[in-house]
C-alpha cells in the first residue's frame, strides 16, 4: 500500500470512528433525555406523601398545577444525584433523599433555566453538624467557622447535616432551611462565584437586582447592628451578599406572605427568578 492509499485509509478509519461515537453520544442522549421523561412523568406514591407531610409538610401548599412537576422534579434529584453518607452516618436511603430531594425542588419548579440544577453533581450527609475539610468559601479558617449545619462549594457539591434537614423540614413557617439556604447557594455560584448574584435574564435584569437586594443588604447590615427589635429576616443574611441571597430564598418559600408585606420589593425580584408566588400558597 502506497503512502497515499495508507493516508486515504487512516482518514476513512478517522472518519467511521467519529460518526461512530457521534451516533453513541446520540443514543446515549436519547435514553438519558427517556430515563428522565419517565422520573418527570411520575407522582409521589402514597407511601412517599406521608413522608413528606411528616417531613416537608409545606409541600402540601404547592397549587395542584405545580404538584406534578415537584414531584418530576424531586424524582430527578433523587435519581440523578450521587448522594454520600459521611461522618459515620451508614447510608442516605431513599427516604432522605426523599426528604432532601422535596425540599431543594420547591425552589426550582417555577423556572426551567435552573431546575435540575446542572452544576450539582454530589450531596453530602452527616448525621449532625459537622466540621469538614472540604472545599472552603471565602478563605474562611477551619478555626473561625465551627460546627457547621451546611454548606455549598463551587465545585458542585451540597453538604448537609441530617438533623438540620429534618428540623427545618418540618418547621416550614419559621424562615429557617438548610436545604433551600444551600440549594440558593448553589444557583448563586453557577459561575464559580459566591457573590449573591444568580444567573438573570439580562443586563435590565442584573442591574435591577443589583439595586434592589443591595439596597436590602444594606439596609439589614444596619439593622443588625441594632440590639433593640430583631429584623424581619435572619441577621445572618448581613455577613454577605451571597448569604443575604440564601436568607431570603429561605423567607421567601416559608414566610412569604411576611416577606412580601416587610419587603414588597425584595419579594418581587425572588418571584420574578424563581417564577414562584409563594405567598398566594396561603391564601
Not at 495508507?6 to 436519547?30: E, N
Request: net charge negative; charged share 25%.
Amino acid at each position: 500500500m502506497s503512502s497515499t492509499e495508507w493516508g486515504a485509509a487512516i482518514a476513512v478509519a478517522a472518519l467511521l470512528a467519529g460518526s461512530a461515537a457521534f451516533l453513541l453520544r446520540r443514543a446515549g442522549r436519547r435514553r438519558l433525555e427517556a430515563e428522565r421523561a419517565e422520573r418527570l412523568a411520575r407522582l409521589f406514591s402514597a407511601a412517599e406523601e406521608q413522608i413528606l407531610d411528616r417531613d416537608f409538610p409545606r409541600w402540601r401548599a404547592l397549587p395542584a398545577g405545580l404538584r406534578q412537576a415537584h414531584a418530576g422534579t424531586t424524582r430527578v434529584l433523587m435519581e440523578e444525584k450521587n448522594y454520600e453518607p459521611c461522618g459515620g452516618l451508614a447510608e442516605v436511603t431513599e427516604e432522605m433523599k426523599l426528604v432532601i430531594a422535596a425540599q431543594a425542588a420547591i425552589l426550582l419548579v417555577g423556572h426551567d433555566s435552573h431546575r435540575f440544577l446542572p452544576h450539582l453533581k454530589s450531596i453530602l450527609v452527616y448525621p449532625g453538624g459537622f466540621r469538614d475539610l472540604g472545599s472552603r468559601r471565602f478563605g474562611i479558617d477551619e478555626e473561625r467557622r465551627g460546627v457547621l449545619q451546611g454548606e455549598s462549594w463551587e465545585t458542585g457539591s451540597v453538604v448537609l447535616s441530617w438533623e438540620s434537614v429534618v428540623a427545618g423540614g418540618r418547621c416550614s413557617d419559621d424562615g429557617i432551611n438548610v436545604v433551600i439556604h444551600e440549594i440558593a447557594h448553589q444557583l448563586d455560584q453557577y459561575n464559580s462565584i459566591a457573590d449573591g448574584v444568580p444567573k438573570l435574564a439580562g443586563p435590565a435584569d442584573y442591574a435591577r437586582w443589583s439595586e434592589v437586594l443591595g439596597r436590602g443588604y444594606r439596609e439589614l447590615v444596619e439593622q443588625s447592628k441594632i440590639d433593640e427589635d430583631e429584623p424581619f429576616l435572619d441577621p445572618y443574611g448581613a455577613t454577605h451578599p451571597c448569604e443575604f441571597f440564601a436568607v431570603l430564598s429561605e423567607a421567601f418559600v416559608e414566610t412569604p406572605g411576611e416577606l412580601l408585606a416587610e419587603h414588597p420589593d425584595l419579594y418581587g425580584e425572588l418571584a420574578s427568578f424563581y417564577g414562584l408566588d409563594p405567598a398566594a400558597w396561603d391564601q
